[in-house]
């Protein structure tokens, strides 16, 4: 049973690049053809999706976040990161990791963590 698991700092200051790991067990980051995604959830608004990585390690990303976004892996340890630049109060969400079919798709997450903007 796949299980992923977000982690990385719960406080960054504005204009500060934030960057969060996940950590994958009972599967394979390259097994065909999931996708590996991160989407966030701000108070009060809906789920966000902010990009993907592939099994081969192509990346999409949401056009909205694309100058800011980076999304990587590394194989060996079984993880892929996010990178979000520029930070802003407005980035304060519970980031979540998630596999799926595609970009955008998603039928198992991670737990969430919290990341609060704030000097």
């Known amino acids: 049973q796949v299980q992923l698991q977000e982690s990385g700092p719960g406080l960054v200051k504005p204009s500060q690049t934030l960057s969060l790991t996940c950590t994958v067990s009972g599967a394979s980051i390259t097994t065909h053809y999931y996708y590996w995604n991160w989407i966030r959830q701000a108070p009060g608004l809906g789920l966000e999706w902010l990009g993907a990585?592939?099994?081969?390690?192509?990346?999409y990303y949401n056009p909205a976040l694309l100058s800011r976004t980076s999304i990587s892996r590394d194989t060996f340890k079984n993880q892929f990161t996010l990178q979000l630049k520029s930070v802003t109060p407005e980035d304060t969400a519970v980031y979540y990791c998630a596999r799926g079919a595609g970009p955008n798709d998603y039928n198992v997450r991670g737990q969430g963590t919290q990341v609060t903007v704030s000097s």
């Open positions: 990585i592939t099994y081969s390690g192509s990346t």
